[in-house]
């Protein structure tokens, strides 16, 4: 018997297809619930201030940075999205005098228009983002030099071949309303998978690649990027996959309440705790990761009582 359509967007999988028992039981977790979800392989933290969470995921660039040798180059994978630890990165290596020449960095993702990588003119551009945020701001003296910065491209042959020859300690992200990392967004319902979503062996095969993205994607960058004008935002993205994701030593998600709601907050902790993969709901494929880290703060996991407003 095949699964429900998704009550949103009926020509793709997504995390409303799952069975209402799951459903049900992620929304009645607490905060105290979700730090018991911890196992090996898989940590749940908590931060009481904001100021705390960025700086801790600002550590995160710095901690993987200092591992790094012209022998030995190692990097780290960060999104847009989260944004605010970039300036305070930044600042730490300008004042720890950090030398961090030998380090690498991997953007996740990037918007595509038309078939390519849109520019860095574009006003949503990720590496604008990151350049103007992160590494325009670092002492020219202390950093990395411009061939050590790796911004995906609509074309992956050099982004996938990067991935092949320095060492990635962390790749950080933040956890999108689909429940996506990066732009793994759930697929179509489209054969051969129209009763059944992609098993997830299937699903990490994916490498870097040109995707369409899940609706509920475009409607969230328009509300946190452009003011809920959803005519401004690109239908297609080139995204880090699973293959490069499991490249990577550590995979550290956080989540502070913007990009995410409470629900899914808990849904895709439970299912990764649990071991529940299922592709409509892609950051559980994280389950099988060695060493995935959930990052809270603690003031943005609110609840799923229902509010009338």
């Known amino acids: 018997m095949a699964r429900r359509r998704s009550v949103v967007a009926p020509d793709w999988w997504d995390y409303t297809t799952l069975d209402e028992e799951l459903l049900a039981d992620a929304a009645r977790l607490t905060a105290e619930d979700l730090v018991q979800l911890s196992r090996p392989g898989f940590r749940v933290v ?5 100021e705390e969470f960025y700086l801790a995921e600002a550590l995160e660039y710095i901690n993987a940075w200092r591992q790094s040798t012209e022998d030995n180059p190692v990097g780290i994978c960060g999104p847009i999205g989260p944004t605010e630890q970039l300036p305070l990165v930044a600042r730490l290596v300008n004042e720890l005098e950090l030398d961090v020449r030998s380090a690498h960095f991997w953007g996740m993702d990037e918007w595509v ?19 103007e945020l992160c590494f325009n701001r670092i002492d020219p003296r202390l950093r990395m030099p411009e061939e050590h910065l790796h911004f995906p491209k609509a074309d992956t042959t050099e982004y996938k071949k990067s991935w092949e020859q320095v060492r990635c300690a962390v790749m950080q992200g933040g956890q999108g309303e689909v429940k996506h990392w990066a732009f793994n967004d759930p697929p179509r319902r489209e054969p051969p998978w129209e009763d059944e979503p992609p098993p997830p062996e299937e699903y990490r095969k994916l490498a870097t690649r040109v995707v369409d993205l899940h609706p509920m994607t475009v409607i969230q960058n328009a509300r946190t990027s452009g003011g809920g004008y959803v005519a401004g935002v690109p239908t ?74």
């Open 46 to 50: 908590m931060f009481d201030t904001l």
């Open 113 to 131: 228009l038309d078939g390519k990588e849109v520019s860095t003119e574009h006003p949503l551009s990720f590496e604008r983002a990151d350049r």
């Open 236 to 309: 297609q993205a080139v995204t880090v996959g699973p293959v490069e994701t499991w490249k990577a030593e550590k995979v550290s998600i956080w989540q502070a309440g913007m990009h995410d709601n409470p629900f899914g907050q808990r849904l895709t902790a439970l299912m990764i705790s649990k071991g529940i993969a299922d592709t409509s709901v892609p950051m559980s494929l994280l389950a099988d990761h060695p060493n995935v880290q959930f990052n809270y703060y603690r003031g943005g996991l609110g609840s799923c009582e229902v509010e009338m407003h």
